[in-house]
């Protein structure tokens, strides 16, 4: 199991800017797909956005389109998360996640995650 470790997030204003990164231990590493979920308190986690590893699909949640934006570098087996137009409604825990099993459709799937983030917040104030 990989060792995911994010950096980012904080506190922010609405309508700002923050980002979250998310690094996988080790020198081999070829998941399926990388993304994003987040838990707001009380709320069941959610998905935000992935990435396919090979060929770099992207995917997101239809209330993080346009304004969120995923990328990855597969050199540092690395993930980013920007996150712009910053809303409260954001406001959660975000968790990075890996998984070696996907399709096209759904390419991260909370179900096959196989390795997760501890989890940085992104508070966002009205």
């Known amino acids: 199991q990989k060792q995911l470790v994010e950096s980012g997030g904080g506190l922010v204003q609405a309508g700002g800017s923050l980002s979250v990164s998310c690094a996988a231990s080790g020198r081999t590493f070829s998941p399926y797909a990388m993304g994003w ?4 308190p009380g709320k069941e986690r959610e998905f ?3 990435i396919r590893w090979s060929g770099g699909r992207t995917y997101y949640a239809d209330s993080v389109k346009g304004r969120f934006t995923i990328s990855r570098d597969n050199a540092k087996n690395t993930v980013y998360l920007q996150m712009n137009s910053l809303k409260p409604e954001d406001t959660a825990v975000y968790y990075c996640a890996a998984t070696l099993v996907g399709n096209y459709y759904v390419p991260l799937s909370s ?8 989890g940085t917040q992104v508070t966002v104030s009205s």
């Open 37 to 40: 979920f987040r838990q707001a």
């Open 48 to 50: 935000v956005a992935a």
């Open 111 to 118: 179900a096959n995650v196989a390795s997760w983030g501890q």
